[in-house]
């Protein structure tokens, strides 16, 4: 593996993860290290089963590695050392998601969706202090995602790559230092998810560090490194 070309901005260090079905447990990484520097794009690539997601998930703080694991750190902060508050803050300020399947809330319209992490731990007074700003700040990212003819709709009117479009513009709403991306184009037909890679790309040219997990080498040779997990290890 090739070591990122800039200062750390997150990485895990040895990171070991265990599932548990009733009595058995299920290794899916084991002693997993990374490093993605601030401004890269990096892929991590591996066939399905591979422990990639998992990673991904461990690296967004969206799951916990096991105890004799080693640190994982964005911008030298060690998660484990993380109260819930921070950790709450770090999953919706640091760090943006987007999934393969969108997980987008159905009975709200393209806008709403795109503003509901801003919206997470606002109180109502601050709420309707910053609803306008909110709504402005989601339009223009709409917009940079040719979404702007869409605001109204709601996702069962949108295309599988629109939606995906609208996934992004959330997940930059709270303008984060890191965006994980799951699988982005693995839903979506070739033509379809090159526009989304493309869309990437642009805002990874404006300094977004971008990691992307994907099985598909076409996909990973867009990123500026790859990063190649088997059977939950790192080579």
């Not at 401004?39 to 998992?54: F, H, P, Y």
């Not at 703080?61 to 950790?87: M, Q």
């Not at 693995?186 to 642009?202: K, P």
Request: glycine fraction near 10%.
């Amino acid at each position: 593996m090739n070591p990122p070309t800039r200062p750390a901005i997150l990485s895990a260090a040895r990171v070991r993860k265990t599932y548990r079905l009733g009595k058995v447990g299920v290794p899916v990484l084991h002693d997993a290290s990374v490093e993605v520097g601030a401004g890269e794009w990096v892929a991590i690539l591996g066939s399905s089963g591979s422990g990639k997601s998992t990673l991904l998930h461990l690296l967004g703080g969206l799951d916990r590695a096991d105890p004799e694991s080693g640190p994982i750190r964005f911008a030298g902060e060690d998660l484990r050392a993380f109260g819930a508050a921070r950790e709450n803050r770090y999953r919706n300020r640091d760090v943006g998601f987007v999934f393969q399947f969108y997980h987008l809330l159905p009975e709200l319209t393209v806008l709403e969706n795109a503003m509901l992490p801003a919206l997470v731990g606002l109180g109502r007074l601050r709420w309707l202090s910053s609803r306008s700003e909110l709504r402005d700040r989601a339009a223009e990212l709409l917009a940079t995602c040719g979404l702007s003819h869409r605001l109204g709709h709601r996702p069962a009117e949108l295309s599988g790559g629109e939606r995906q479009r609208v996934a992004i513009a959330r997940a930059l709403i709270n303008r984060p230092r890191v965006l994980l991306a799951d699988e982005p184009t693995g839903n979506l037909d070739a033509r379809t998810g090159g526009g989304i890679l493309d869309l990437l790309a642009e805002r990874h040219a404006e300094g977004l560090t971008l990691v992307m997990v994907t099985h598909d080498p076409a996909v990973a040779a867009r990123a500026q490194r790859q990063i190649r997990i088997v059977d939950g290890r790192v080579e």
